[in-house]
Nanobody
Framework: QVQLAESGGGLVQAGGSLRLSCAAS????????MGWFRQAPGKEREFVAT????????YYRDSVKGRFTISRDNAKTTVSLQMNSLKPEDTAVYYC?????????????????WGQGIQVTVSS
């Protein structure tokens, strides 16, 4: 059974930075597509970023392009999300997710494994 655990969330002022990390245990991490999603109060969960097994292919939602960077370390079985120039609208619970599909995917329903989520709050 694959388990994912996020860390690094918290409260930050607008314009600041946070780095989220997700530690994976179980399964074959190096073969998984990994992603980050977020859910703000009263809104649906939305795609943030995804990375393929090698780390060479990444995709981002438009609103975070140029500000967020997803990366992975297969040796340490971790995936990270570096978030810079944070805005109040980035406030949400952020979820790490993984799946064994080919390539990458931005669709939440294609991810098999999910972390518990971690709160990110950006104050104005």
């Amino acid at each position: 059974q694959v388990q994912l655990a996020e860390s690094g969330g918290g409260l930050v002022q607008a314009g600041g930075s946070l780095r989220l990390s997700c530690a994976a245990s179980g399964g074959t991490f190096s073969s998984y597509v990994m992603g980050w999603f977020r859910q703000a109060p009263g809104k649906e969960r939305e795609f943030v970023a995804t990375i393929n097994w090698s780390g060479r292919i990444t995709y981002y939602r438009d609103s975070v392009k140029g500000r967020f960077t997803i990366s992975r370390d297969n040796a340490k079985t971790t995936v990270s999300l570096q978030m810079n120039s944070l805005k109040p609208e980035d406030t949400a619970v952020y979820y790490c997710a993984g799946t064994d599909t080919y390539g990458t995917t931005r669709l939440a329903n294609e991810y098999k494994y999910w972390g518990q989520g971690i709160q990110v709050t950006v104050s104005s």
